[in-house]
């Protein structure tokens, strides 16, 4: 297998483990050759990359605390459709004091589209929702969009409507069984990080067999049978 880019050296091996984003395969940022097969490819586009964007919001106060039990804050729509909801989550340091918006789908995209427009949105939707106790706008604000970033091209993968069952299976097979692929895009049991760990066990047990024969099996112990315990004599009555 030999992995080229444009501006570095080829390296070569005997086999290699893409893990490469669902968006990123699907937006056809690199080449195989051979080439995918349609029916690959087919399942690959059937398969939808969703849409994330986080906003930080930074206090120098953490105003919205009241019960410690509860790092997170629904928000719902305040009468402006811009968007629908928000879900804030505490993810404050030591020595700051940030709220997490996190934005999916429809809403990810509005603010993407208006970043003011949508930082204004997530703002008075915590003043309808905290009333008094919200003391105005941020002192530092932050964001990023897993979609805009070209080394993701979106967050977690999802079925959509018209995938398969046997698509997730498929994606995750090996391409002339020198490339194999892993990432949350390719568990067929879990999603998010569980799926990234499982895939990535799964094709490096995989290249641990295509390149060392009965290297599995030489490190399993050597099944043992218990001896049969010997019968003990019987007493004449």
Request: negative net charge; glycine residues 8%.
């Amino acid at each position: 297998v030999e992995v080229c880019s444009g501006t570095a050296r080829c390296v070569r091996g005997t086999v290699c483990i893409c893990t490469l984003p669902l968006g990123v395969l699907q937006a056809h940022q690199i080449s195989f050759s051979p080439a995918l097969t349609d029916d690959r490819v087919a399942c690959l586009n059937r398969l939808g990359v969703a849409r994330y964007t986080k906003v930080w919001l930074t206090w120098e106060e953490p105003w919205w605390r009241s019960d410690p039990g509860r790092p997170f804050i629904i928000c719902v729509d305040a009468g402006d459709t811009h968007m629908s909801a928000v879900m804030c989550e505490d993810v404050s340091s030591p020595s700051e004091f940030v709220l997490e918006a996190c934005l999916a789908g429809s809403d990810a995209d509005a603010f993407d589209t208006d970043p003011q427009r949508g930082l204004a949105a997530i703002l008075t939707r915590l003043g309808v929702a905290f009333s008094t106790r919200y003391p105005g706008p941020p002192s530092k604000t932050d964001a990023t969009a897993w979609q805009g970033d070209p080394f993701s091209r979106g967050a977690y993968s999802f079925w959509r409507v018209g995938a398969r069952a046997t698509d997730v299976a498929e994606v995750g097979e090996s391409h002339c069984e020198r490339v194999l692929f892993a990432g949350e895009h390719t568990s067929v049991e879990h999603g998010y990080f569980e799926g990234a760990l499982e895939s990535g066990l799964r094709a490096a047990l995989a290249v641990m067999d295509a390149t060392d024969s009965g290297w599995r099996q030489q490190q399993q112990p050597a099944p043992t049978v218990a001896a049969a315990p010997e019968a003990a004599p019987k007493t004449p009555r």
